[in-house]
């Protein structure tokens, strides 16, 4: 099993800036390909970033490429989501998940999830 936490969602303006971070125990978290998905009132749970075990392959949805980035820190057992230029588009319930598929945009492919952080972005 492996537990994940996220933190450090909040309220904030368009055009602002925030880091979330995941933080993972249980097992060994470097094993583990990791993923950021979002889900906004009355939608699906949509994809946005994802990095590979060792940190050096990351992707990205269209929606926030350029604007986001996904890194993680092994040694921390932490992923983490900046996300600047944030748009009301952004706001959502934001989730990490952990699973053995590298990059995958499908949340069935996760086998872990956090108990997700609110991201409000107001116009």
């Known amino acids: 099993q492996v537990q994940l936490v996220e933190s450090g969602g909040e309220l904030v303006q368009t055009g602002g800036s925030l880091t979330l971070s995941c933080t993972a125990s249980g097992r060994t978290f470097s094993n583990y390909n990791m993923a950021w998905f979002r889900q906004a009132p009355g939608k699906g749970r949509e994809f946005a970033a994802a990095v590979a075990r060792s940190g050096r392959t990351r992707y990205y949805s269209d929606s926030v490429k350029d604007r986001f980035a996904i890194s993680r820190d092994n040694a921390k057992n932490t992923v983490y989501l900046q996300m600047n230029s944030l748009k009301p588009d952004d706001t959502a319930v934001y989730y990490c998940?952990?699973?053995?598929?590298?990059?995958?945009?499908?949340?069935?492919?996760?086998?872990?999830w956090g108990q997700g952080t609110q991201v409000t972005v107001s116009s």
């Open positions: 998940a952990a699973g053995f598929q590298a990059g995958s945009g499908d949340p069935d492919k996760y086998d872990y």
